[in-house]
C-alpha cells in the first residue's frame, strides 16, 4: 500500500486510545484517512489524536487529520452521533473498525450477571450498532465501503476464565458472515480479525507475558500492535475488495498447535 491508499476516506475507530486500535488510527492517518477516533476517556482520545496528528506534521502531501471523539461505545444513540460527527467534518464515512473491547475473567460459576451485561454491551452491542450506522451512512453514500469486528483467537479456541468475553468474540465473526447478505449488494466489505498475545499497554504490565507467550507462539514471539494494525489495513483497503464476510487469524501459530496458555 502507498502513502495515500486511504486519501479522501473517512474512519471510524472505536476504543482507540491506545494498544490496537491507536495503531489502527495512526496507521491509516499516515496512509491519507481521516480519522475519527473514539475512547471512553476524554483525556485518553484528545491526547491520542494529538500525537497522531503531531506525528502528522510535516507529511508531504497529506492533510489527513485525527479528531478525537470521546464517549461510550456500547450507547447506540453516542455511536449515531460518532457518525454524524464523522460527516459533518470530514464529509463522509468509509471506513467502521469497532475496536472497542473488554475483558472480564471469571469462570462460569463466579461471572455476574452485570459483569456478563458489561461484556455484551460493548463486544457485541457497540460492535453491531457501529456496522448499522456506518452502513447506513455508506449506504447514502453510495460507493461502498469496509467494516471491521475486533475478534480474538479465544473466540477459536477455549482459554481459562474468558466464557463470555469468548462468546462475544466467536459471535462477532458470525456477524461478519451474516452482514455479508446485506452488505454485498452495497458494495461493503464486512470482516473480522481475531488476534492472539499481543503487546499493548495493558499486557505489557505483567512482567510473565512476554515470557510465556514467546515460549508457546511458533513464531517465537507475541504480536506487536503494528501486526495487528498491518492486518487491519489490508482488510479495508482496496487490495481487499472481494474479501468479505472472513475472519483473519493474526497469532503466530498458536491456534494451530493449540498449547495452553498456563503451564
Given at each position: 500500500m502507498t502513502n495515500n491508499t486511504f486519501a479522501n476516506q473517512t474512519a471510524i475507530i472505536t476504543g482507540a486510545g491506545v494498544g490496537i486500535g491507536y495503531a489502527i488510527a495512526n496507521a491509516l492517518?499516515?496512509?491519507?484517512?481521516?480519522?475519527?477516533?473514539?475512547?471512553?476517556?476524554?483525556?485518553?482520545?484528545?491526547?491520542?489524536?494529538d500525537f497522531i496528528n503531531q506525528a502528522q506534521t510535516g507529511s508531504s502531501g497529506s492533510s489527513a487529520r485525527c479528531v478525537s471523539c470521546p464517549g461510550d461505545a456500547s450507547d447506540v444513540t453516542f455511536v449515531e452521533q460518532m457518525v454524524d460527527m464523522a460527516v459533518k467534518t470530514f464529509g463522509s464515512v468509509d471506513i467502521g473498525i469497532a475496536n472497542a473491547g473488554i475483558t472480564i475473567f471469571g469462570d462460569i460459576f463466579t461471572t455476574t450477571p452485570d459483569a456478563f451485561q458489561t461484556i455484551v454491551n460493548l463486544n457485541l452491542r457497540g460492535s453491531f450498532f457501529l456496522a448499522q450506522a456506518a452502513a447506513r451512512q455508506m449506504r447514502e453514500q453510495k460507493k461502498g465501503g469496509s467494516v471491521l469486528f475486533m475478534s480474538s483467537v479465544v473466540g477459536h479456541q477455549a482459554h481459562p476464565g474468558l466464557p463470555v468475553y469468548s462468546m462475544t468474540k466467536a459471535g462477532l465473526?458470525?456477524?461478519?458472515?451474516?452482514?455479508?447478505?446485506?452488505?454485498?449488494?452495497?458494495?461493503?466489505?464486512?470482516?473480522?480479525i481475531a488476534p492472539g498475545a499481543t503487546l499493548t499497554e495493558r499486557t505489557l504490565d505483567d512482567p510473565t507475558y512476554i515470557p510465556i507467550w514467546s515460549r508457546i507462539t511458533p513464531m517465537g514471539r507475541p504480536a506487536t500492535v503494528d501486526d495487528i494494525a498491518n492486518a487491519a489495513l489490508f482488510l479495508v483497503s482496496p487490495a481487499s475488495r472481494h474479501i468479505t464476510g472472513q475472519s483473519l487469524i493474526v497469532d503466530g501459530g498458536w491456534t494451530s498447535v493449540g498449547v495452553p496458555p498456563v503451564p
Open positions: 492517518v499516515r496512509q491519507g484517512a481521516n480519522v475519527l477516533l473514539n475512547d471512553f476517556d476524554p483525556d485518553l482520545a484528545r491526547q491520542a489524536a465473526e458470525m456477524l461478519a458472515r451474516q452482514l455479508v447478505i446485506d452488505f454485498s449488494p452495497l458494495g461493503i466489505t464486512v470482516n473480522a
